[in-house]
């Protein structure tokens, strides 16, 4: 086959799959704004069923980005969110002569030399890419993430798709400014197609969990990683969720280890994991018992600026002392806009909601008596009825991950059913926080790890 007709099959396939993930969101879409319209409630399960089904068939970022929504409270009605939630990492994998071409692709002719051994099934097939078991010739265990072809395209298909859906939701629903969280999910979604910034990403977590026994992060093999092969070390572990019926010790100690994994890299170095999904970390034995997390993958990593940090905190403390200029210094860093005293009041909502487990000073659950499944659901539920009458406001780009990274945690703290003193591991985090030491630990790092 020749190159042009290489190049028309691609473009076929790209224009093939646009107009299938355009229908199916399209034609929900159209069916959500018809019935606002007639004055019947788009929370109808048919429909959200339906967009699920749509999208569960397609690899690509369209699955991860229906994922991403699912867990941003309040961005899809419930009945979407929740079917969405549905949607689980395991698209259909590449075949074995496909993976033959694509790592021939990566490596060269003779790929397979490089390694001991290399399985051709995956051991998990997710939305950008698949994951498979090597050897390296020294013995060591491997994890080669390969990513399907095409994607730099079908990301851009699928974002426009998604600039559709949040522009006919901010038409419907103007309470809720849904632009900046769109901005910051397409930054997001691109960044994770950059295998080598993500091998960036895990040295740079190397370096800021090295202190952190209870949490693991995989070594990067550079000779065997390319823009589109990442190959890291293979981390031995069974999924937490194994672990949701064990002793209160054991869920404790792997609930610290979680939320030592996303805040001691946040409160140090302002630096967050943008996506605590039940896939991306596991659980390592250590002396016959459960000793921590594997956290095993890095495309989604929110870097921030130390005034954001700074912002955390400040908010932090200005609940926790009555502080009301402190709480509107804070949203006004973060980059909310235009507010006044009745926004605010609905802005702290959420906030107390958000930081109520760190304010409290006991062991507790991070949400008593609140399930899963309707973890902030309350609370968002009534920060949106105020805005519809108070509102719009606009959610700053940089706030979208780390209220997700919030959510997503505590959702985790909820099956485990962990009960500890989260204020005392947030104040162990920040003992010793200012800006300006943030600032400089953050570039040092980032430095080191060749980010910047």
Not at 18 to 28: C, E, F, P, T
Not at 244 to 269: G, I, Q, V
């Amino acid at each position: 086959m020749s190159t042009d007709d290489r190049e028309a099959n691609r473009l076929s396939a790209r224009v093939s799959r646009y107009a299938k993930v355009g229908a199916n969101v399209g034609g929900v879409a159209a069916r959500m704004a018809g019935a606002r319209l007639m004055g019947v409630d788009i929370g109808d399960r048919s429909n959200a069923e339906t967009l699920r089904r749509a999208l569960g068939g397609l690899k690509g970022p369209i699955m991860k980005v229906a994922q991403l929504l699912a867990t941003i409270p309040d961005v899809l009605p419930p009945e979407y969110a929740e079917e969405l939630a549905k949607l689980q990492s395991e698209a259909p994998p590449m075949g074995a002569a496909f993976v033959k071409r694509r790592m021939q692709a990566e490596l060269g002719p003779d790929w397979q030399k490089r390694f001991a051994s290399f399985d051709l099934h995956p051991s998990a097939a997710a939305s950008l890419g698949q994951v498979h078991r090597a050897a390296a010739h020294d013995g060591t265990a491997l994890a080669c993430k390969l990513q399907y072809p095409d994607m730099q395209s079908a990301v851009e298909a699928d974002l426009r798709q998604l600039d559709l859906l949040f522009a006919v939701h901010r038409r419907m629903d103007p309470a809720i400014d849904t632009r900046e969280i769109a901005k910051e999910i397409g930054a997001r979604v691109r960044e994770e197609l950059d295998y080598r910034r993500e091998a960036k990403h895990a040295a740079l977590y190397s370096a800021m969990l090295a202190a952190t026994p209870r949490v693991r992060v995989p070594a990067v093999h550079p000779e065997l990683s390319t823009d589109r092969l990442l190959t890291l070390s293979w981390l031995e572990g069974k999924k937490i969720l194994t672990y949701k019926d064990a002793d209160a010790e054991t869920r404790n100690r792997l609930a610290t280890a979680m939320f030592e994994a996303w805040w001691l890299p946040f409160s140090r170095f302002g630096v967050i994991h943008g996506d605590p999904h039940l896939g991306n970390y596991t659980v390592f034995a250590d002396e016959g018992r459960a000793g921590g997390i594997n956290l095993l993958d890095y495309g989604c990593i929110r870097i921030f600026p130390k005034s954001f940090v700074g912002g955390v905190v400040d908010l932090y403390r200005g609940l926790l002392e009555g502080d009301a200029e402190r709480v509107v210094h804070a949203y006004e860093v973060w980059g909310f806009r235009g507010l006044n005293r009745e926004l605010i009041d609905v802005l702290n909502i959420w906030a107390r909601f958000i930081y109520g487990p760190l304010l409290d000073d006991r062991v507790r659950t991070i949400a008593d008596g609140v399930s899963p499944g309707e973890y902030g659901r309350r609370e968002a539920f009534t920060v949106h009825k105020a805005l519809k009458e108070k509102g719009p406001v606009t959610v700053p780009q940089e706030f979208v991950f780390m209220d997700r990274a919030a959510i997503g945690l505590g959702g985790v703290f909820l099956h485990l059913r962990a009960e500890l003193n989260f204020h005392r591991l947030f104040e162990d985090a920040m003992a010793d926080f200012s800006v300006e030491t943030v600032g400089a630990r953050q570039a040092d790092a980032l430095k080191a790890a060749g980010l910047r």
